[in-house]
């Protein structure tokens, strides 16, 4: 039976309702009946009813309040609304407070009994799934080997106690054979099928993997199988000794990645860690387990890796990060797509070489696409063509997990900025010499008009703007500004009568006898014989 609780400020209305149901054939139980809000508080906080049926307009506290401090208190109580007022707002606030219902006054009977029957379906379905819930709750709680996983997993990446290590050994029956640990950590590295390889592949063979560790390590003292969340298989071995702890752990992770690879159609690797006293921070042992695994993406997949054999490699002085940036940069401004691969795969070459850990790769790589970004900005050039629109690359890099990935996503992005610089560059170049060659046409008249004027005005050397203006125009400066004199001279010639040295100096030229020859030069006859051919006097 649920618990009904009435509360509407008139007397006859409560009374109305209260005794016109047949509650008992409905489920339910009226409880009581409150003339305000803050009565019918108090009586929720008493009797915990399951359902209340308020009014909205009452003293004190009105049925809207009523509802949001219940929504609050007491989450699980159903509301219906029930008044005499048809307005939009009064629904809205109601909705947005999730009420069971919402109906006006007056309604009948049979209207009440339908309402109230589906909302104790409703009740009936929400405590069936709470009961579910706690099945479920009790079922997992009897399933110790998933609950020792966890365990294990807590204790290899989360900081214990010595008290809570002791009493949960205890609790799950682990006995460690004396006071050293160390861990193997075995992950997939590729499934060799002859079909596309599903979900259901990899968790199966997973599995398998999982089963083969557990069978070869059986025989061993105090030695722990188990699996993370991120479905790798870890194996804790432990003894008095770490020296022949860490010869034990090497000849475990040669037995199983034989018989792994013999048996299963996949490629895998194995990480081995320290060695790290029971009693210490044994999160040491899964940390430097895992690092050694890492390491497959540096050196290849398929290995067992040791991290003691990967720190004390020798490593050369890697460059500094200052010197590899201001490479990157160079390349970006002035390099081609080309040039810019080559610099990539030096960059990696040397990270390979160095065998330097995989997270210190990102640590360089998410600074040299910051330098990228930054170079981009600071060119006001198109980003969103290289990164596009809603993509954050630095982020983009962890989620790349080998080197041989980042590398090849890595010259892409690179490709795409210096193909963008280099368009900047050249629709400049175009830009600055259109502007140079506007600056001619406006003070052709100037006979000091020389290469150094324009490029003073357009902010070039003399060198750079006679190399792009040649390329541009296919002549030399100096052959523009003759071309476009010469031209200005011709019209004057056809459409005045000015004298040839007024012309002379009309386009620039201070020596008549210059501008007559260098005519000459350019059209092939003096200035009075082309004046004459234009006008058709010739002769």
Known sequence: MYKLLIVDDEALVREAIQDGMNWEAMGLECVGSCEDGIEALEFVERENPDIVMTDIGMPFMNGIELTRELSVRYPDVKVIILTGYDEFEYAQQALKMQVADYILKPVTAAEMEEILLRLGEQLDNENRHKRDYEKLKRQLKESMPLLKERFLERLVTSSMTAKQKRESCSYFQIVWDQSFLIELAIDVDELILKHPATPSDDELFRFAIYNIAKELTEKSAGAEVFRDRENRVLILLSGTDPEALCEAAGAAAEEIHTAVTTYLPVKAS?????????????????????????????????????????????????????????????????????????????????????????????????????????????????????????????????????????????????????????????????????KAMAYVRQHYTDPDLSLKTV?????????????????????????????????????????????????????????????????????????????????????
């Open 270 to 434: 194995i990480g081995i860690g320290h060695t790290c006293r029971l009693e210490d921070h044994v999160a040491l042992v899964h940390r430097s387990a895992l690092s050694a695994l890492d390491y497959r993406y540096v050196i290849g997949t398929n290995e067992i890796i040791r991290i003691s054999d990967m720190e004390r490699r020798k490593r050369p002085e890697l460059l500094s990060a200052v010197t590899w940036e201001h490479e990157l940069i160079t390349k970006l401004k002035t390099g081609t797509p080309q040039e810019m691969d080559e610099w990539i795969a030096k960059l990696f070459s040397t990270f390979r070489k160095q065998l330097v850990p995989i997270d210190v790769c990102y640590i360089y790589l998410q600074r040299y696409v910051l330098t990228l970004m930054h170079t981009l900005y600071e060119m006001e050039s198109d980003t969103g063509r290289v990164f596009g629109e809603a993509a954050n690359p630095v982020a983009e890099i962890s989620r790349l997990a080998a080197l041989d990935e980042i590398e090849i996503w890595m010259k892409e992005l690179c490709g795409k900025a210096v193909t963008v610089i280099r368009g900047m560059r050249e629709d400049h170049s175009v830009l600055q010499i259109e």
């Open 455 to 539: 490029c003073k005005h357009v902010s070039m050397s003399a060198s750079y703007f006679s190399t792009l203006f040649r390329m541009n125009t296919g002549r030399t400066f100096v052959e523009y500004v003759i071309h476009e004199r010469m031209e200005k001279a011709k019209e004057l010639l056809k459409l005045t009568s000015m004298r040839s040295y007024e012309i002379a100096y009309a386009v620039g030229y201070s020596d008549p006898q210059y501008f007559s020859s260098a005519f000459k030069k350019h059209a092939g006859d003096t200035p009075t014989d082309f004046r004459f051919k234009m006008t058709g006097n010739e002769g």
